[in-house]
Structures are given as structure tokens and as C-alpha cells.
């Protein structure tokens, strides 16, 4: 995706991009980020939080205002658990399941209708 | 802190060629011009979501799609090659905040949201992302007037 922020950058609309993988964002370097250290995609937030959802959109775009050089990179001040950091161990670690099933990743590509857990 | 995903994909994926991460030492620019609640703001998603009557993303493409900035987030799908989306399951606002950013427009935080917002898929190949995705994006978002744009990858 930082190769698009990059390209729409480009074409003359400023972009703003949410990251939770830090090293990943730095690396490529959209021309404006935020980074929220959450377990990677939830970036704006936890499921069924709109009240954090909505502060973490309102503190991106203000900073999205106050970026002044290309490839800036800026840490919103949200945490996960502070009492229990022990997710950043397991993230994306070593038997994680992606999906939460764990086959998906075997036969590619797969479909996924929402609302599952209300099924 | 900060956890390195680059060191944990190559872990994940020990056996397979290593995915060569695009390396930038500089950016591109373009000044926002006016503040945000005077902005027409796009939303744009690579989580792979979109509506159960539009075609599914495939393998390798570089289609997007468009989703209405009314829809119902009940009516959406996912269609993406890896990410643990048991809580976009049960609410896409904490990747996807189209519920979100419709309160901030009506609440005058943002000008407007744009419509529709636009959803892909990443592809492993930077060239086809570069020249094949991208323009298709940028088009999109130029037709819809948009002043800025939030990306929410993953």
C-alpha cells in the first residue's frame, strides 16, 4: 500500500497512510504516516470500539494537518494493554494463525463472507 | 515496541524465495492545502473488502473495487491472500472505519467523505502495483474529486 500512497502522492493528492507494522511503513516510506503499535490490522482501532475507533481517526487526521516534510512517520500514543504487552511476542510470530482457522494460507486465496461470528 | 514484521514474514515464510521489500529513502509530495474539515477525504483499503454483489478479487489482480460510502458493513465480503480477520469479522471499522469516518463527516470533522471508497488487494509485484493498480486508484479518486486520501493497507 505505500507504493500507492506513494503514487496517488504523485499524482497531486496528499495521502495519508495508518500503519501498524513500523518497519514495514519506514522501509517503504508513504509520504505521511501514523503508526499505531496495535497487533497488525487494527490500525483504527478495536473491534467494537467506535468510541476508540473515532479517537484514533480524529488524532490521525490532525496530525495528517502537521506533517511538514516527505516521509514522516508519526507514533499515535495508543496502547494496546498496559498491563499485558505479551501479544507483541506472538503477533505474526511463529504459529500464528492467520484466518484464525489456519488452512486458508494452504490453498491461497480464499473467501471470506463477514459476520461469521454473528452466524 | 515496535514489532519487526519484515524479520517475522522472513521467519514465516523460511522456505520460500524472500519477498524483497520496497526500499525508499525519499517521498514523494504534495502540500495539503487546506485542513481537513474542509477536505474531501477518500477512504482507501487494501483488507480486500468487497460487496457480495460485486465479482471477488483473484489471484495476481490489480482490479479495485468501489463500495459506496452508504454501504452497510453487513454487506461486505473479504477476499485476501493472509491476515487473522476475526475482528474485521466482527467489526471492519478497527481496518476498515467506513462507519467511522461517516460520523466525522456529519460531526463536521471532515468536509465530506468521498464516494465510493475503494478497496483492493495487494499483489506481490511492485511493477504491476506501480503501473497497473495505481493509475486505476488515482483515476478513481480524481473522477470522485478527492482533496486527501487515508489509506488503511494490510
Known amino acids: 500500500m505505500g507504493l500507492i500512497a506513494r503514487e496517488i502522492e504523485r499524482a497531486g493528492i496528499p495521502t495519508l497512510s495508518m500503519s501498524s507494522a513500523w518497519d514495514v511503513t519506514f522501509a517503504v516510506r508513504p509520504p505521511r504516516a501514523v503508526f499505531v503499535n496495535f497487533p497488525l490490522n487494527h490500525q483504527t482501532g478495536k473491534a467494537n470500539d467506535p468510541r476508540l475507533q473515532r479517537q484514533i481517526l480524529v488524532d490521525a487526521l490532525r496530525a495528517f494537518e502537521l506533517f511538514w516534510a516527505p516521509g514522516m512517520m508519526l507514533t499515535l500514543p495508543y496502547v494496546w494493554d498496559p498491563r499485558d504487552a505479551s501479544w507483541e511476542e506472538k503477533d505474526f510470530g511463529p504459529g500464528f494463525e492467520l484466518y484464525g482457522v489456519g488452512e486458508a494460507m494452504q490453498e491461497g486465496f480464499a473467501e471470506r463472507k463477514l459476520g461469521r461470528a454473528q452466524a | ?154
Open chain 2, 1 to 154: 515496541m515496535p514489532i519487526s514484521y519484515i524479520q517475522r514474514t522472513r521467519e514465516r515464510y523460511a522456505d520460500y524465495p524472500p519477498y524483497k521489500w520496497a526500499v525508499n529513502t525519499e517521498a514523494p509530495w504534495t502540500p495539503l492545502l487546506k485542513p481537513i474539515k474542509e477536505c474531501r477525504l477518500a477512504l482507501v483499503s487494501s483488507g480486500g473488502f468487497y460487496l457480495k454483489s460485486q465479482p471477488p478479487f483473484e489471484r495476481d489482480d490489480t482490479s479495485y473495487r468501489a463500495i459506496p460510502k452508504d454501504t452497510d458493513l453487513k454487506e461486505l465480503r473479504i477476499y485476501h491472500h493472509g491476515y487473522r480477520d476475526a475482528d474485521a469479522d466482527l467489526d471492519p471499522n478497527c481496518v476498515f472505519p467506513l462507519d467511522r469516518l461517516r460520523e466525522l463527516e456529519a460531526a463536521g470533522v471532515v468536509g465530506a467523505l468521498v464516494d465510493p471508497a475503494v478497496t483492493f488487494v495487494i499483489n506481490y509485484s511492485h511493477r504491476k502495483e506501480i503501473q497497473e493498480r495505481a493509475p486505476k486508484i488515482v483515476a478513481e479518486l480524481r473522477a470522485a474529486k478527492a482533496d486527501a486520501a487515508l489509506l488503511v493497507p494490510v
